[in-house]
C-alpha cells in the first residue's frame, strides 16, 4: 500500500519506499485485455480480411505485434453488452452457413463471420513466442442465453469425452480441447439497457444455480460473478447469496472529465471501489461460513478505462481520441491497481482495439495513443510484488469527478500519485505521476541504486494528443545517478528503475 502525509506546498516532497517490506503479489492477469463484438474492436481491427495488412487468416498483423508488445496474459471477449443477446453456436462451423443476427446491445448486425474457433486461434496466434499463452476469458449469456446453452459452450470448448459437443468442435477441425479456465456469470446485467435486466435477487439465484452446474460438468472452471460497482446493494446481495459458489467477483467503473485535475483524481474513485468490493466478500464468506482454506475471492475489474461516451466522437460515441490528461489518469489507475494488488485477481482494459482503445488501426497501419506507453511500461515492468511507500507532498483539494470522491480524501489527493514494486530479479520499480499540469517537483526519493533508469511519458500540453501523423504525447529515457533530489516534471508520469 501507499500512504499519504499531506505537507504545506512549499516542502519539499519526500518518497519513501520500504524495500524490505513486500505487501502483495501482483497478479500477472492485472494487465489484461478485453475485445468485444463492438464497433471495430473485432472487424476492423483484429479481424479484417480485406487489409492487405492481414495474414491468410484475416488477422491485422500490425495489431498482433503491436498487442504482443504488451505482453497481454488474459482477454475477455465477447463482450460486454454484446453477450445479452450473442448466441455462440451462431459463431462456429462453415462461415457460409453462418446465420447474421440483429444485435441489440449496439443496433448492428452481427454477421457471426469471428466466433469462438476464430477467437482461440487468434489468441493462439498472438501467443507465439510466449512462454504462456494469452489465457482466453468468455462471458456466459445472461440475457437471453440458456443453463443448456451455457454447458454446450463449455463442453465445446473443454470437452474430452465422446460427447456432442466437444465431437462437434472435433468436426470443426479442433481435435485438441480449448481448456478455456475463466467463465463470466454474465454482464452488467443490473444495467436498465440490458436485453433481460434482472434484479439482484433473480441473477443471485440463477447464478448460484448456473454455477453448480458448470461445476459438474468441468471442476476446474473458475467462475466470475457479476457484481455492479463494487460499492452497491447488488454487491452486498449477489456476494452474500452465491459466495460459496464462484472465485472472483467483477466490478466496472469508467472515470473521466474534461476538466484535467477531476480528470486525473477520478480513477481514486476506483481504489474505493476495491477495497468496498471487498470488505462485502470478507462479509459474505463469513456470514456463509466459507472455511479460511478456501482460497480468497479476488476481485475481478473486467472494464476499466477514461471514458465518457459524450466526449467521445466516432461510431457509438466509443473511437476516444486520448489527450497527455488522459494518459495520466490510466496512468493513476494502473498506480491504483498495484497498490490494491492484495485484491485484484484480474483486471481487463476496455478495450484492445479501437473501441475506447491504446491502439487504432487505419487502412495504412496502426496509431498508438497517448495512454498505450503507461500500459505498456507497466505490464512490462511492474511486475512481482507490491512495496510499501510512504509520500509526502502537497495536494489537489479542489472538485472531483465523482463529486463524492471529494468527501473520500480527507488530506486531498496527492500532486505525486505513487506505486511501486519489486520483481524476482530484485529490480524495484517506482512510478510516480505527477498530476500538477502547470508545476515541478523537485523530490527527495529513497533510492538505493546509483545506475537508474529513468521512463517518463508526457507532452507538450494536457491537451496532446498522437494521431497518425505526429506522435506528440512519447516516451523519454534517460538515467540518473541516484543522487541528490529527482524532479518529476508537471503532467508526467515517471517510471525509476534500480537494482536493489
Known sequence: MTTFTRIPEEETPVIDIDVSRRLSKIDPMTYGGFTEHMGRCIYGGIYDPESPLADSNGYRTDVLDALRELDIPVIRYPGGNFVATYHWQDGIGPRESRPARPELAWLGIEPNSFGTDEFMHWLSVLSEGKEKRVEPYLCLNFGTGTLD??????????GTKNTYWANKRRENGHPEPYNV??????????????VE???????????????????LLDPNIVLILCGETGVSSWDHWVLKECVQWVDMHSIHVYTCSNEHLPNVTAPLSAERSIQCAAALVDIARIEAGVPPSKPPIKICFDEWNVWDPVRAPGELGAEEKYTLSDALAVAVWLNMFVRQSRFVGMANMAQSVNVISPLMTTKDGVVKQTIWEPLRLFSKYMRGWTLGVHVRSGSYTGPTAPIWLQGMLEEGAPWLDVSASVNEEGVISLVVVNIHDTKDFETKVTVSGKDVQVYRVTGPTIQSVNTAEKTEVGLQEETWDGQGNFVFRKASMTMLRWKQ
Open 149 to 158: 446453452e451455457a454447458l454446450a459452450w463449455v463442453e465445446y470448448c473443454n
Open 181 to 194: 479456465k475463466y467463465w463470466a456469470l454474465g454482464n452488467e446485467v443490473w444495467g436498465p439497457w440490458q
Open 197 to 215: 435486466q434482472m434484479t439482484k435477487e433473480d441473477y443471485a439465484k440463477k447464478a448460484a444455480q448456473w454455477a453448480k452446474a458448470l461445476r
